[in-house]
């Protein structure tokens, strides 16, 4: 186990509480930023390991922004959190950071999931032009995905990650021991992007899961690992999107509209969950594609299953989500762009597909995922 090297910081895997400690002993104010869970579930320990003695700290949700939610104590769902990834909850960490005198020289910590880490990156990121920030992410997903590649913003009017920036952190700190207090569906949700960095970059990667009857805290240290050198790969060489990163995108075309249109209905899925049904869509617009037998994609979707039930998609949900993928952020002149699978392992980017297509790979999931 190595520490994972980037152009202008690294992912610290091993030795993570003195590295964190050299690395922050220059700055004389320190801010920790975190959710209402990790806060109950994580700062405790952090605190104890990283001997930080004095700092200020800032949770979201707000007493004021729960009190207004009408919803009280912790253990909240990543879900509710995600409501607050918004410019009310960036007001009131401004706010924050100028009521405790932070200035551009001071440190920003994002001790949380993808919501605490964007956003809190984001806040960073503006913040009188810019303070300093490191993430140190506390659910799977971000320890995996949001934390790496430098993507930071908000949601904005019920459309996810519509307001933001790429910037990097000074640091990443992954300690697999915060995944303990995951609950078993959130832990799915950022296995869902190791399966992904595995379907469409690394062939070995996707051998290593198909043996895996579960998933195992104990084990997961190695695969989160591969899954950002993988991922580091991809965004060193394309860090803002203009190419080669959207075959990170792989699954969420479709993933994002089924991750929308069930928040809009009130009952929110995981982003996990989305984009597994989402990779099971795309994977049946590759099989048209590239004129794959059904036995292809049964090969792939046998493994899916196996890790991500079913989500229930209703007769009205179809076609809010071909409306749905109209707004995405990845769209040209209004029209759907996907990242498909050649095979495992091998992806190509800023493809089309027919309305009707989509259409059928929506209905062939419902049928027979
Ligand atoms: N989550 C995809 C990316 O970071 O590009």
């Not at 399966?195 to 990667?205: D, R």
């Not at 209905?265 to 994977?283: L, N, R, S, Y």
């Not at 498909?340 to 992806?347: K, S």
Request: glycine share 6%; charged share 25%; net charge negative.
């Amino acid at each position: 186990m190595r520490n994972i090297r980037l152009s202008d910081h690294s992912i610290y895997i091993e030795d993570i509480w003195s590295n964190f400690k050299d690395l922050i002993e220059n700055y004389d104010h320190i801010v920790v930023l975190t959710d209402i869970n990790s806060r109950a579930y994580c700062l405790k320990e952090f605190e104890m390991l990283s001997e930080l003695k004095k700092f200020d700290i800032i949770t979201i949700p707000t007493p004021e922004q729960q009190e207004k939610e009408g919803t009280t104590g912790e253990n909240l769902s990543v879900y509710y959190i995600e409501q607050f990834k918004n410019q009310d909850s960036c007001s009131k960490i401004f706010d924050r950071l100028l009521e405790c005198g932070a200035d551009r020289h001071s440190l920003l910590i994002n001790l949380g999931g993808g919501v605490i880490c964007d956003m809190g990156g984001y806040c960073a990121s503006v913040f009188m032009r810019g303070m300093d920030f490191i993430h140190f992410p506390t659910t799977l997903l971000s320890q995996v995905d949001a934390s790496v590649g430098g993507k930071l913003g908000i949601n904005y009017r019920g459309y996810k990650n519509m307001v933001g920036l790429f910037r990097n952190p000074i640091g990443v700190f992954i300690h697999d021991k915060f995944l303990e207090s995951l609950p078993e569906r959130e832990l799915r949700s950022g296995f869902a992007e190791i399966v992904k960095h595995a379907l469409t970059l690394n062939y070995n990667l996707w051998e290593q899961l198909k043996e895996m009857e579960d998933i195992e805290i104990s084990n997961l240290l190695p695969l989160i690992e591969k899954s950002i050198i993988i991922k580091k790969q991809i965004v060193q060489t394309d860090p803002t999107e203009t190419g080669k990163r959207k075959v990170l995108n792989f699954g969420h075309t479709l993933g994002h509209a089924l991750e929308t249109s069930f928040l809009k209905k009130g009952e929110p899925i995981t982003h996990g969950e989305a984009v597994a049904a989402g990779m099971a869509m795309e994977c049946y617009l590759s099989m048209l594609h590239y004129r794959h037998d059904e036995d292809w994609l049964a090969s792939i979707l046998v493994v899916l299953k196996r890790f991500f039930p079913k989500i229930d998609i209703g007769d009205k949900m179809v076609l809010d989500l071909l409306q749905l993928i109209r707004v995405d952020k990845k769209n040209k002149a209004g029209v759907p762009h996907f990242t498909f699978l050649i095979d495992i392992g091998n992806v190509e980017y800023d493809q089309i597909a027919r309305a009707k297509d989509i259409r059928a790979a929506v209905e062939y999931y419902r049928k027979n995922y």
